[in-house]
């Protein structure tokens, strides 16, 4: 809800007794008003908080473009209604030709003096009615930014809650082989056969080392956008389903040149991958081929020089209608298992940087291609990736 500052009238009028006359105007219709010395203390005011404001044309010192800028810097739910004192008679303080000009600031409504009360009160009473309702899309425009967030948060735990199960699974097999060595081991009757079980049961371990690492490197935090090898990527995402994929006799393949890297959020591109592979895998419940190929490739519109990285299936493919629901929150394909917030996520990650993502059929086999492409080298002034939410 708008506060007291929210709700002021600005008063911007430099000569004579208009600013006095002005005030108590207000005062005595029950609105609240600020006088402001100049220009400088008028856009300091309005960030603290306004409703409207009343300008004489002659306060207008600073050129109109000049004025137009500084109310461009308006958050994108602001429209600052302003009220203009304009002169009558023949010699105005701001020619006719420039007074017309004052119309392009934005939301002008001009007030030709001498002044009726009742045409200024209706033009208060208009610009304050405005005002609020740009409060109320400000605090509708805040409250869905924060849903937004916690979706966000949401598809991140159902993302570590799949990789938790799915780590589980992977760690519990060599674990318990090496339960089953170790038996053996205290069980062999030479120091021969002990040894051979001691050796079958570092190598189990060998693998609880891997995958843990794995996972290590996977969730690392970093501080911010950095260089990163694709190949790794996509292999440190794949380990993470390598039980599952035995389980459903997936054979994945990684086609992928060593030299590929790319600038990105490490943690954010990784959780798009997991999110690509876990529908490619939920796709092929009987078995498949999975390819995740990774390439330096240009972007299709401007040429910017890009990787582009393809999870490809051969499950059953993807209806006309669901393609263009795909990426729409809460759409889902999978029933109670599935979030629909997935892939709404990985496309808000992939714009943030600056990236594309396309999906296709293909028939030969059957199958769906996902398609990501982001750029190869930072975006912007001063390394500056990401978008901000």
Known sequence: ??????????????????????????????????????PDDFFSELERGAATAIITEESLKLSIEEWRKRLELQPTWSDFPLIVLTSSGTNPSIPSAKLSSVRFLGNVTLVERPIR????????ETAMRARIRQYE??????????????????????????????????INNPLTSV??????????????????????A???????????????????????????????????????????????????????????QVFCALGEIRQVLVNLIANAVDAMPHGGKLLLRGTKA??????????????VDHGSGISRTTLHKLFEPFFTTKGNIGTGLGLWLTKDI??????????????????????????????????DLLQKR
Request: aromatic share 6%; proline share 3%; charged share 25%.
């Open 179 to 200: 339960t089953n060595l170790l038996f053996l081991i205290r069980s062999a009757t030479d120091l021969n056969e002990a040894q051979k079980w001691a050796t079958l």
């Open 202 to 260: 570092e190598d189990e371990l060998r693998r609880v080392t891997e995958i843990s690492n794995h996972t290590l490197r996977f969730h690392r935090s970093s501080r911010g956008p950095e260089y990163a090898a694709v190949c790794t990527l996509l292999e440190s995402a794949v380990v993470l389903f390598r039980a599952k994929l035995r389980n459903q006799k997936i054979d994945a393949n990684i086609a992928c040149d060593k030299d590929v």
């Open 350 to 383: 992939i714009d943030r940087h600056h990236g594309l993502i396309q999906v296709r059929n293909h028939h030969h086999p059957r199958g769906a291609v996902f398609s990501i492409w982001i750029p190869e080298k930072p975006v912007g002034t001063n390394g």
């Open 117 to 124: 009360s009742e045409s200024l009160l209706s033009a208060v």
């Open 1 to 38: 809800m708008p506060n007291d500052l929210s709700l002021r009238v600005l008063v911007l009028a430099q000569f004579g007794r208009d600013a006095e006359l002005l005030q108590s105007f207000l005062q005595r219709h029950q609105f609240s008003s600020h006088k402001v010395s100049g």
């Open 298 to 311: 240009p972007h299709p519109a401007t040429s910017t020089q890009g990787v582009r990285i393809s999870v």
């Open 137 to 170: 899309v400000r605090d509708f425009m805040s409250r869905q930014a924060d849903s937004e967030e916690a979706l966000r948060r949401t598809e991140k735990l159902a993302v570590a809650g799949r990789l938790a199960a799915s780590l589980a699974h992977e």
